[in-house]
């Protein structure tokens, strides 16, 4: 059952380092999420939806990244309508909400995604150890990458199971939640049991010297990357 | 060589008393023993002693001294103690940590520092061993549970330990990969390493195993050499609540369900986007009847149960009941799928609630007899205000039985409900099925456990290749050609 979950080997069309992707993730995050009304503003903005939209070509994600060009154009085009509207109707709201959710947060989850989508786990270590960042933080995030796909598969059988129990909306949302949550939470529970008692079991220590197989570069690209991104983080932090 | 003196423990929040008492146990360099026992023995108690995962992993008390070569190894740190000795685990989903394979291979090599250079000369020495060219580089959800557990091996043989522990590796494999992981230890001891294996599954070991240990309830009440065991007649074994020593036979228990009334199939088809899937022309299943599905890994076996439960959207095909006919959504509705993982079935916060969910009767007094009547069929009476994800494996199985007969099913498929079960679990299963057919219910079990299908299957599908090969009930010439499925993948070996 565990064929539909994609993999996180995939390759990129152009592989980047590892520590130019959780740098572009944090500018990302820095820029796409407060909000002012100057220009600069509204052009960074646009320019990083691209950047996202790029990625996602990137990752071979063609279908997905039409889909995302065409939610963005038609939030952009929404959010333009909306300064014509005044008022508060609840569909004003709804509205407004969901543009801002595509605006602002699609390009980083985006990001995100293909971020997590094109690393192993491996890579990332070597990433965070290059960085000299302790282990203690390292390994729960490299576990994080490895429960992605778990949780994914673990969601599907207790989909499945729902079905077969007949259990529908008509319980209610809370209910609805609430069945999905408990088993997944147990199952993962146990899963991460298992998991480090596996790893631990095969040398993975704290602070214990550890060799890195996984070569990982910073090329031309992410030099040139990472000194747009920082000139892009510094115009909109000091303009 | 490995000693245990007067070795008690206990884990810390245990409500159970001591997971072992008194333990003294010493194995030689180069002496494969096979750890025996029912379930909580403590024989994967004994396998954490000497990995070291007790006590870095698993807190509680210890006292008693676990010797590795006259050092102490409790007194370790965990990561010197899995440079001597390579640990196998039960479950294959849960032992990697890492998403492709490659990395996998080489984690125990960077763990333990080995420099890059001679990483890879590991690497390449491991592919040539193990026959793993193919599985090089690939995304370890996507193989199959005997691949990872390859991997799983061939990763923790470099750089080579000195000992090797396996604690019940073979619980989610079928009978080839079983074969291979034998295969496998076989090697290890040519080589001369020390193998300790907990396991249910016996009868792979005879001739594999130098020594065996029975436990029971945290103690050893028994240590044999292997010609001593193996010479033990079966009631002498299902007396210790051990697993079938020699290969099932299937020629005296013939048996035919009940009832002559068919769930038929008909043109039954359905394929993944890749293309694999199943084509069934025809397929009769009588009701009440206990059928089970065989077939080696990858056959379809689970592909058709989904495709009956109404699970897969796009299943074509004809399923009827006399002159009725069922779409795949009213399928879903008389099916249940009993999953191998059964905490995905189990939402609610006790095991009536569960069972009660599932009753469609608004008349409270109604509802309160139906859920009575099913605690009591499935022998859950006791155990009703507790909370279902915090029972035993066996038990939680029991709830899901429960709520799908509260839910009027009519077939249910379960998917490997024996993995992992030693003898005495393995006949409450095989009961609690005859118990579902006694009061009319269908029973499909894909299954890879010989001892289940002896003991309570009076039907088969045998699938091959996405196809149904034949069918029929335990005749005496379909209880052969069950007999030579088991049997021809143990090397014929009967």
């Known amino acids: 059952m565990s064929g539909k979950v994609s993999t996180n080997t995939q390759q990129a069309v152009i592989n980047l380092d590892p520590r130019t992707k959780l740098y572009t993730l944090m500018v990302f995050s820095l820029v796409m999420v407060p909000s002012s009304e100057s220009e600069l503003d509204t052009i960074l903005k646009i320019v990083f939806a691209g950047l996202a939209f790029l990625m996602l070509i990137n990752i071979r994600r063609p279908g997905l990244a039409a889909v995302y060009a065409v939610a963005y154009c038609a939030a952009y085009g929404a959010n333009g309508l909306l300064a014509y509207i005044s008022g508060m109707s609840l569909l ?10 595509v605006l602002r947060m699609m390009p980083t989850l985006f990001i995100a995604m293909s971020f997590l989508q094109t690393t192993k786990v491996s890579e990332f270590v070597a990433a965070m150890e290059k960085m000299h960042i302790t282990r203690k933080i390292t390994i729960p995030f490299a576990v994080i990458f490895r429960f992605f796909p778990t949780v994914a598969d673990e969601y599907h059988s207790i989909q499945d199971a729902m079905k077969m129990r007949g259990i529908g909306i008509s319980k209610g ?67 | 060589m490995i000693e245990l003196k007067n070795v008690s423990f206990r884990y810390k929040d245990s409500e159970q008393d001591n997971s072992l008492t008194n333990v ?35 807190e509680g ?39 492709d394979s490659t990395s996998e291979l080489i984690f125990r090599c960077e763990n333990l520092a080995v420099p890059v250079e001679q990483i890879s000369q590991y690497l390449e020495n491991a592919i040539n061993e193990f026959g793993i060219g193919e599985l090089v580089g690939r995304n370890l959800f996507h193989l199959s549970g005997g691949e990872k557990q390859k991997i799983a091996c061939a990763s923790v043989s470099i750089p080579m330990p000195d000992i090797f522990v396996l604690d019940e590796p073979t619980s989610n494999l079928d009978w080839r990969s079983i074969w291979m992981l034998k295969d496998i230890i076989m090697r290890w001891k040519a080589q001369g390493k020390t193998v300790i294996v907990a396991e249910h599954r016996l009868s792979y070991l005879k001739g594999v195993a130098d020594r065996v240990v029975y436990m029971n309830d945290g103690e050893i009440k028994e240590d044999m050499p292997a010609d001593t065991f193996w010479s033990l007649s079966a009631d002498e074994i299902k007396r210790r609540g051990l697993r ?12 035919t369900p009940h009832s002559s009334d068919c769930y038929s199939v008909k043109d039954l088809s359905f394929h993944y986007k890749d293309g694999v899937g199943i084509e069934i022309p025809a397929l009769s299943i009588p009701k009440g009847a206990i059928v089970g599905i065989i077939g080696e890994n990858g056959a379809g076996k689970t592909t058709f149960a989904r495709c009956l439960c109404g699970l897969e959207k796009r299943a074509r095909g004809l399923f009827s009941f006399g002159s009725r006919t069922y779409s795949n959504r009213q399928r879903l509705k008389i099916c249940y799928l009993v999953m191998q993982d059964v905490n995905h079935q189990l939402f609610t916060e006790s095991v009536e609630d569960e069972i009660s969910i599932s009753v469609e009767h608004t008349d409270d007094a109604q509802r309160e007899k139906i859920v009575d009547e099913i605690l009591h069929d499935m022998d859950l009476i006791a155990l009703k205000s507790i909370h279902p994800l915090s029972l035993s494996g066996g038990q939680k199985q029991r709830v899901a039985i429960g709520s799908a007969i509260a839910s009027k099913k009519e077939i249910m498929v379960f998917d490997e409900p024996t993995s992992g079960l030693d003898y005495r679990h393995m006949l409450e299963v095989s009961n609690c099925l005859k118990k579902l057919s006694a009061i009319g219910k269908t029973s499909l079990i894909i299954t890879h456990d010989p001892e289940l299908i002896a003991e309570c299957c009076d039907y088969f599908i045998f699938i091959e290749d996405g196809t149904v090969k034949w069918y029929g009930p335990f005749d005496t010439q379909n209880g052969q050609r069950v007999q030579q499925f088991f049997g021809s993948e143990e090397g014929g070996a009967l």
Do not use: W
């Open chain 1, 92 to 101: 004003g709201i709804i509205i407004r909400l969901l543009v801002e959710v």
């Open chain 1, 173 to 239: 949302p809370i209910a609805m939640l609430e069945y999905r949550l408990v088993p997944l939470i147990a199952s993962v529970v146990q899963i991460g049991d298992e998991l480090s008692a596996a790893a631990v079991a095969r040398g993975l220590g704290v602070d214990t010297e550890r060799s890195n197989y996984c070569k990982i570069k910073i090329k031309g690209l992410d030099i040139l990357l990472m000194v747009l991104l920082t000139a892009a983080l510094i115009l909109y932090y000091l303009f």
């Open chain 2, 24 to 58: 003294n146990l010493s194995i030689h360099d180069g002496e494969v023993v096979l750890i025996c026992g029912g379930s909580g023995c403590g024989k994967t108690t004994i396998t954490r002693l000497l990995n070291g995962l007790i006590p870095s992993f698993y």
């Open chain 2, 61 to 99: 008390q210890l006292t008693g001294e676990v010797l590795l070569n006259g050092e102490n190894i409790s007194k370790q740190p965990i990561h010197k103690v899995a440079r001597k000795v390579g640990s196998v685990f039960q479950n294959p989903r849960t032992q990697f940590f890492n998403i």
């Open chain 2, 244 to 255: 079938s020593i020699s290969p099932v036979s299937f020629g005296s228990n013939a048996r």
